[in-house]
């Protein structure tokens, strides 16, 4: 069999009693990415996974303890079909960049005064239309998070290198949620960029309808009051960004619980 339920102890499973195990008798990447394909295949012909999602593309499977892998450099444990990522639970990474501006009349205040907020195009196939950072993607396999950065920054706002070079790193954001596909396990690495006085970022890639310049004060209320209106894991990476900058303090109700939840889905 491909599959067995076994028993774990709180400590290893974080309270769970319960997991299963795939593959339990192969002992190599190429055993174990030979029985669960034959597993992929049985949900694909019993409708759990629709077959006009498959695209014949195996994606490289790392236990999370390694955090993300660079394709070839770590033998993985097998590699599954992409589409079948999410039905197992499998993490996905992505990378957020807030891009923040200094107060116009106050030049020399370093503290961030204002942020570029994108409009994700309405022709994109998730989250069209709503609010996001003024770069954001997801991590491909074959590069490292700093080369996704660099050519995110110059796909999705145009920015020049001496620009970019400023992109600093800021942490990782994780969440996890139950869709219909099964578990979505997100990781997020976060950026902060301070963007020049009058330097405007201009979308080349299509994924960008329009970029708008708010104080910090402006995108607070608007993910306070307006939140329907962002996409739900960039209104989180802004929460994150007030934190560590000041703008949310410890007598915020319920600091305690959002600065814990920012870390909660797979870290």
């Known amino acids: 069999s491909g599959v067995r339920m076994v028993g774990l102890g709180s400590k290893s499973a974080r309270g769970a009693s319960t997991a299963v195990r795939l ?20 949900l694909v ?7 006009a999602k498959v695209r014949d593309e195996l994606q490289d499977v790392h ?8 394709e070839g450099s770590i033998t993985p444990s097998l590699r599954l079909e992409r589409a079948a990522m999410i039905y197992f639970g499998i993490p996905s990474y992505g990378v957020h960049v807030n891009g923040w501006v200094r107060d116009p009349d106050r030049p020399d205040d370093a503290r961030p005064w204002g942020m570029w907020v994108a409009k994700r195009s309405m022709s994109k196939a998730t989250y ?3 609010l996001d950072q003024v770069v954001a993607g ?28 400023q992109v600093r790193q800021t942490g990782l954001i994780s969440y996890r949620y139950t869709t219909r596909k099964g578990l979505s ?12 006085q009058g330097l405007l970022p201009i979308c080349s890639d299509g994924e960008v309808d329009e970029f708008r310049l708010l104080s910090i004060s402006e995108v607070l209320r608007s993910v306070r009051e307006e939140l329907p209106l962002w ?9 994150d960004f007030a934190i ?19 870390r909660k889905g797979a870290l």
């Open 231 to 239: 996409k739900p894991n960039s209104a989180m990476v802004v929460v």
């Open 185 to 196: 396990t997100k990781i997020l690495a976060t950026y902060d960029l301070e963007v020049p």
């Open 244 to 262: 560590r900058h000041g703008f949310i303090d410890f007598d915020e109700p319920g600091y305690m619980e959002i600065a814990h939840l920012l």
């Open 128 to 130: 069209a239309g709503l």
């Open 63 to 70: 236990p999370l303890s390694q955090g993300f892998v660079i």
């Open 45 to 51: 012909g019993d409708g759990h996974i629709p077959a």
């Open 138 to 165: 997801g991590q491909p396999s074959g590069i490292t998070f700093v080369d996704n950065v660099r050519k995110e920054c110059e796909e999705e706002a145009s920015f020049p290198p001496e620009v970019i070079s």
């Open 23 to 42: 593959a339990p008798g192969a002992n190599s990447m190429e055993a174990r990415t030979t029985v669960v394909a034959e597993l992929v295949q049985y």
